[in-house]
């Protein structure tokens, strides 16, 4: 079965840090990979997402994550923190489950804090 | 453009109610998703329908039911509430169901059980 692991529940950073946010998938096939963000009492966001080519794929708010087959990850990345990326962030997998449909599957997200 | 719209945003019920959650998605989209994200849990995935149709459905009770309209709007039906139904529901549209489509998501509605 798919499933998608991402490293820790909650992640603080300071401003201005770099923020890195682990997925990792499993799946016997490449798969379409997702980050969305999910701002306190809103829906979730498209963050960015990897379908083929290239393997570092940029998404809004500078935000890019880097698809690695080798290790099977997803990783989500920024430079620099901002006080306003404070936020849940859901990396998700499509797979294929049949009769030609898709089923996006969700990691149980990261809480990233942001410290002034 | 209009995104995913759900209503109501919160609704408050007790246990062995019976609720309906709405959602409209994006004009043109025709597939809709419904999530339940539960504190805790993560989101998991309840039911799909596209076209009409109930394409797939998660590891839920069938308590848990819904449909789409002609106009694509859907419907989330939870019969015979229990206390750990209480979350907040999402609803997500695409295009189709295809594997690379971006589901879409509307704000969602809370629901409390009491």
């Known amino acids: 079965a798919q499933s998608v692991t991402q490293l820790g529940s909650h992640v603080s950073v300071s401003e201005g840090a770099l923020v890195l946010l682990r997925c990792n998938y499993s799946s016997s096939v490449p798969p379409y990979l997702f980050w969305y963000v999910q701002y306190p009492n809103q829906g979730l966001q498209l963050l960015l997402k990897?379908?083929?080519?290239?393997?570092l794929v940029k998404g809004i708010n500078g935000f890019e994550a880097e698809f690695k087959k080798s290790e099977t990850s997803f990783h989500l990345t920024k430079p620099s923190a901002h006080m306003s990326d404070a936020a849940e962030y859901f990396c998700a997998v499509s797979r294929y489950s049949g009769a030609g449909s898709y089923q996006l599957t969700f990691g149980k997200g990261t809480k990233l804090s942001v410290i002034p | 453009e209009a995104g995913v719209t759900q209503s109501p945003t919160h609704l408050i019920k007790t246990r062995g109610q019976q609720v309906t959650l709405r959602c409209s998605p994006i004009?043109?989209?025709?597939?809709v998703y419904w999530y339940q994200q539960a504190l805790g849990l993560g989101l998991q995935f309840l039911l799909w329908?596209?076209?009409?149709?109930?394409?797939n459905r998660g590891n839920f009770p069938p308590r848990f039911s819904g449909r789409q309209f002609p106009n694509y709007s859907s419907e989330l039906n939870v019969n015979a509430l229990l206390l750990g139904d209480s979350a907040l529901y999402l609803c997500?549209?695409?295009?189709?169901?295809?594997?690379?489509?971006?589901?879409?998501f509307g704000a969602g509605t809370r629901l409390s059980v009491l």
């Open positions: 004009s043109g989209h025709t597939s």
């Open positions: 997500a549209s695409s295009l189709s169901g295809q594997g690379a489509n971006i589901q879409y």
């Open positions: 329908y596209d076209e009409g149709e109930e394409r």
């Open positions: 990897y379908t083929t080519g290239a393997t």
